[in-house]
């Protein structure tokens, strides 16, 4: 059909029919054009799209899969965008307006607040080394200290806003952060990816044992009703590890439980947190080291005020120097 044609079937105008077919183009839809009198444009013969069955809600689903942030980091945002058009261009005429109004009306943004995305300059690199199967040589930073590494790449996962790999290095698997990447280049051998290696299960894994290794000690608390409600702002695992080891409100609603805490330094730092809404009941060392804290931000801010008022003094006297040398003649 010519342009003309298809303009007045879709009742619009002949510049749109040329750039909707230019589009289509762009996203690998084989439609040509023939010169000449009964020239036009013809879909090619035989063509017919693989996906078909879908349903509203899949293809809704497939719509919000495309988010365009973490795929702009990774350097695909035009890929996305002509993969979207090749999926909508496939959906039934019903299907389509539903699907699209994902994108409008849902926008993720992974970073957690009062945090800036980190620089990741060689996300790409280890993007491309994942998707092609290839050796990664890098310089890692971990603790201060920079160290070589050869990789197999096996994954990336994005969590909490913050992007890590996950490679085999010699026999063992380990994670990654790509910002602590200083350095990276793609070698030319194939790295032999193991067969039965599933990204989500290893991942799934690897957090709770993070999690469960992060927390070496317990501390034996009595909290208010308040203090519980304060404990979910410490992640889910404190929370759900002090709800198992509740034991019955008393008279004032207190509840006695156990915390898991990473050690006694850092343990103390989140229960004075808690104000005079959480009693301390043991272990010993960890109502030794709050105390310990306590007592030196107590002598720490009672000097304050005397530091305040002997600089504001000598600020005071420097000030009227300098006054008085402005007054002289």
């Known amino acids: 059909m010519s342009a003309t044609e298809l303009a007045k079937r879709f009742e619009v105008s002949v510049r749109t029919i040329f750039r909707d077919i230019d589009e289509l183009s762009a996203a690998g839809i084989p439609v040509y054009a023939e010169r000449g009198r009964n020239g036009g444009f013809q879909l090619m013969d035989g063509y017919r799209t693989r996906l078909t069955g879908l349903t509203q809600g ?10 365009p942030g973490p795929a702009a980091e990774l350097g695909l945002s035009e890929l996305l965008a002509s993969a979207r058009l090749k999926l909508k261009a ?9 699907a699209e109004r994902i994108a409008s009306r849902f926008h993720l943004d992974p970073v957690a607040w009062f945090r800036a995305n980190e620089p990741l300059p060689y996300l790409q690199t ?19 200290e920079i160290y070589m590494r050869r990789l197999g790449p096996l994954g990336l996962v994005l969590k909490g806003g913050v992007w890590y790999l996950v490679a085999q ?3 063992a698997i380990r994670t990654y952060r790509v910002a602590a990447i200083q350095d990276a280049e793609i070698e030319d051998a194939d790295f032999p990816r193991p067969r039965n290696f599933d990204l989500a299960a290893y991942w799934l894994k690897s957090s709770r044992d993070y999690e469960t290794g992060l927390y070496r000690e317990e501390a034996d608390v009595r909290l208010s009703p308040k203090g519980i409600i304060r404990l979910q702002a410490f992640g889910p695992h404190v929370a759900e590890a002090a709800a198992k080891s509740a034991g019955q409100p008393n008279r004032r609603g207190w509840v006695r439980c156990r915390l898991p805490i990473e050690s006694f330094e850092s343990g103390a730092r989140d229960l004075i947190r808690l104000g005079e809404e959480a009693e301390i009941l043991g272990p010993p060392a960890l109502l030794q080291t709050v105390l310990t804290m306590l007592a030196r931000l107590s002598r720490h801010h009672l000097k ?19 006054i008085a040398a402005t007054r002289s003649p």
């Open 304 to 322: 304050a005020p005397r530091r305040a008022k002997s600089g504001e003094t000598a600020i005071g006297r420097l000030r009227q120097r300098q």
């Open 58 to 67: 899949e293809a809704e689903a497939i719509f919000l899969a495309g988010l």
């Open 169 to 171: 290095s010699g026999k």
């Open 90 to 98: 496939a959906l039934p005429a019903n299907v389509q307006p539903q």
């Open 126 to 144: 280890v993007a491309r080394a994942v998707w092609g199967g290839k050796f990664l040589k890098l310089r890692y930073r971990n603790l201060g």
